[in-house]
């Protein structure tokens, strides 16, 4: 303490040499050893003796910020019982190696606005034996490298430097709530942050930072803050949770407004997502890929995109030394394109079994990289090239492209005599197994023992079929990538042997269960005797595609043994929790009608989103109250796409065997062809039926207060719509409550046309949510709801033209 008094150039009031160290101010003793030293802000000058760690054995906390100290640090190795050093705001001028290592109960550590600092990169061997290190503020403190800090920070402080590098390291730190990287020089893409579940600060601004937005960040409910300006991002621009702060502009996204994407510039997209760094090489700017592209100059004539009637039929790219990554199974959505052609530019991976299903290509030429694998059966017509990739296996069957098809390896494909033998070895061997498996069934059928053997050999049959579709699947959409796989014992780990059961549905059982790291989850068990994986195939396909706040977000799957699904933890339940009928409690049931409407437009939202935002458009065709998910915020997810059908956004009539849905929620049409047929109209109905029921479960409670069996029916709505009676029965509702309420009953009303083209889109059912009252045209009187005309035949036609339904897709 003595050697401090001599070092600081300005002595700090009550320090004397005649006054014991223990009463100087800012000292705090225990048995007259120091255990922390406390002047922040007391205009200090000066060195810190370098050995402190010698003799402050004792000390744990050492606050002098916002002072003018200089020198180099000084060392703080070995004082195990340090918890506290905040130093940020001075002069000093480094860092010594080794100057914070064996500080074990370490916490809190502040250098920020050391601008005088030398270059030093984070001493990550430092802290190795840090456990409980928390807080880390660098900011300013010229530290160049990359990001590499420890994985259990609360609160990240690393802005104003020069790191560069990747920022993936973050997406580990699962207690992580501030993160502050902006003005750096980082690169690369921003990682998936769903295990970040806690992060309520994000600057990530004015560095380098590439790519999509990653749905994870979307959905992260603890998110207040984020700031994303001053990058290089694409894609559309991001839609976060009602109350997060967000600063977007500006990066390169695809629109200057909230909305999708041209399909074909997201495709695009996508594919450069499987590149490693595509944008030193190309980029696309604006919202059209055919006349929005900007091809850079790096790699001049090696890189091009040709269109033809505004679709993509040519993409070709070669020998550019900086592009590596895989291919993309993306390609497989640009449906018109004819030549594909990815050489030489260090590609891995395998070439994805999507892109057999390309109804125009006529050329793939991948030759020259580094590709693995099987080379997936192309049609005839398709020209292969695949030379020059030591590892690719050409696949035995008849390849596409004949006489032009080009392999490589060392697959003998043509010629031999031994391979013209082959065939018919086959066949012969075949034929024997299949006459002496006849034998045996019909030596046993003698018997009256069939019974036992067709169904053990059907069962086998169905349960290896079922496993080769999804395992098909997967390979195909090679999901095994941007969405977790789980094993079944990890599956029944993590919901604890199946004992929190959540809710049962006909496609399965819903499991409250916890991942590793400690985050709530609901595990959906599939029936096993639900066909052979299509519901499991098509919840799976469905919701990969899928990025917004108003959609549940699926974390992961498993389909080993059991087929399961993971999806986010919902707190709230359903919504038909919150919905009054028997049986219900009024506690249970009275949610106020602002939320109620919040919860209608949520929903919209999401159906829009399906309906129009995602590259293909996707039919959910079960929307119900059950379905509608619920978060801590009474914020709505759609859930369960079991039934849901995938198709192209042009498509607005999709075939379908049989009928899929609930009863009272299902569209006549998908019942009955004679109504018309199954599109995204049918979902526009099922909405508007559920809207319905929400509205008739609450205005039961307001008129009675309390819930009745009794079901408000549609044509009961319309009756007191016509009376204009109803609300003001809802005793404590304001005036603006009441236009609420009548607004959302006349939407829903619309929503349940007959005719399909009597309903609005989605989008439109959101504008006259989000619209004033009067906005909104006086729907007709929905005819499956009753016996008789509609009394009221209040311009009906000019209704059609407002609602522009013969015009909305």
Not at 45 to 57: E, K, Q, V
């Amino acid at each position: 303490m003595s050697q401090l008094l001599k070092t600081l150039t300005t002595t700090p009031i009550n320090w004397s040499s005649n006054t014991h160290y223990c009463n100087w101010t800012g000292i705090d003793c225990q048995f007259d050893r120091v255990v922390a030293i406390k002047l922040p802000s007391s205009s200090l000058s000066g060195r810190l003796p370098p050995y402190l760690n010698s003799t402050l054995i004792s000390l744990t906390h050492i606050d002098l910020h916002n002072n003018s100290l200089n020198g180099p640090l000084p060392y703080f190795s070995n004082l195990d019982l340090l918890e506290i050093v905040s130093l940020g705001h001075n002069k000093f001028s480094s860092v010594p190696e080794s100057c914070f290592e064996y500080t074990p109960d370490l916490r809190t550590l502040n250098l920020s606005n050391n601008l005088h600092l030398t270059g030093w990169e984070f001493p990550l061997v430092d802290f190795k034996t840090s456990a409980y290190l928390d807080t880390l503020d660098l900011e300013a403190t010229n530290m160049i490298g990359q990001l590499d800090p420890k994985t259990f920070l609360w609160y990240l402080q690393l802005n104003n430097n020069r790191f560069e590098g990747t920022i993936s390291v973050i997406s580990t730190m699962s207690n992580l709530s501030q993160a502050w990287l902006h003005s750096n020089k980082f690169t690369g893409r921003i990682p998936s942050m769903s295990n970040c579940t806690n992060l309520s600060d994000l600057q990530l601004q004015s560095n380098f930072l590439i790519g999509l937005i990653p749905p994870s960040l979307l959905s992260l409910s603890s998110l207040n803050i984020i700031s994303l300006e001053q990058n290089m991002l694409r894609g559309p621009i991001p839609v976060f949770h009602k109350g997060v702060k967000a600063t977007l502009e500006p990066n390169n996204f695809c629109r200057s407004d909230v909305g999708p994407c041209d399909p074909q510039v997201m495709i695009l997209l996508e594919i450069f997502e499987a590149f490693d760094d595509p944008y030193n090489v190309f980029s696309i700017e604006g919202n059209n890929a055919c006349t929005g592209g900007k091809w850079t100059d790096i790699s001049p004539n090696r890189v091009l995109i040709r269109c033809e009637r505004g679709k993509i039929v040519s993409f070709k790219i070669w020998n550019i030394a900086p592009l590596t990554g895989t291919i993309s199974p993306t390609f497989s959505n640009l449906t018109s394109l004819v030549n594909l052609t990815l050489v030489g530019i260090n590609l891995n991976g395998s070439i994805p079994h999507s892109l057999t299903t390309l109804p125009e290509l006529q050329l793939l030429d991948v030759s020259n990289n580094n590709l693995s694998g099987v080379v997936p059966k192309f049609a005839s017509k398709v020209k292969l090239n695949t030379t020059g990739n030591p590892s690719l296996v050409q696949n035995m069957t008849t390849q596409g492209g004949g006489e032009n098809a080009t392999a490589s390896g060392d697959v003998e494909t043509r010629g031999s005599s031994k391979a013209s033998l082959r065939p018919v070895i086959w066949i012969a061997g075949a034929s024997l197994i299949s006459v002496g498996f006849v034998i045996l069934i019909v030596i046993i059928c003698k018997r009256k023992r069939y019974p036992i053997l067709v169904q053990w050999w059907f069962f086998r049959k169905t349960k290896n079929s079922t496993d080769h579709d999804v395992e098909d699947f997967i390979q195909r959409f090679n999901l095994s990538v941007p969405i977790k796989q789980y094993r079944y014992a990890e599956v029944k780990r993590m919901t604890n042997s199946f004992r929190d059961k959540l809710g049962q549905g006909g496609y399965g059982v819903v499991y409250k269960a916890s991942l590793p790291d400690g985050r709530q989850v609901a595990v959906k068990i599939i029936n096993e005797s639900k066909g052979n994986g299509e519901e499991f195939i098509n919840e799976v396909a469905s919701i990969s595609r899928t990025s917004h706040v108003n959609i549940v977000a699926l974390l992961g799957f498993c389909y080993e043994n059991k087929r399961a699904l993971i999806y986010e933890f919902m707190p709230k339940g359903s919504l038909d929790n919150f919905i009054c009928k028997s049986g219900f409690s009024d506690v249970t049931c009275n949610l106020e009608w602002k939320t109620m409407y919040q919860i209608a437009i949520g929903i919209a939202r999401g159906l829009e989103y399906l309906h129009q935002g995602c590259i293909s458009r996707i039919l959910h065709l079960d929307i119900k109250p059950q379905n509608i998910l619920l978060d801590e915020d009474f914020c709505p997810k759609i859930s369960d796409f079991g039934l849901a059908k995938i198709c192209q956004r042009k498509d607005s009539i999709v075939s379908m065997l049989g009928t899929r849905g609930t009863i009272g929620f299902i569209a006549p049409e998908v019942f009955s062809r004679t109504y018309g047929g199954v599109s995204h109209k049918s979902d526009v109905y099922s909405y508007g039926m559920l809207i319905i029921e929400m509205i008739g479960g609450r205005k039961n409670y307001d008129t009675r207060g309390s819930c009745t069996s009794e079901m408000l029916f549609p044509d009961w709505i319309y009756k007191d719509l016509e009376l204009s009676n109803n609300f003001e029965n809802c005793l404590s509702n304001s005036e603006e409550e009441n236009d609420t309420v009548r607004k959302i009953t006349m939407v829903s009303l619309w929503c349940i046309q007959t005719n399909p083209s009597d309903r609005p889109s989605m989008s439109k059912v959101l504008e006259m949510l989000q619209g004033p009252l009067q906005s909104v045209p006086y729907p007709p009187k929905p005819f499956l709801y009753s016996s008789e005309m509609p009394s009221l035949q209040i311009s009906y036609e000019s209704s059609n033209n407002l609602l522009e339904t013969n015009s909305i897709p």
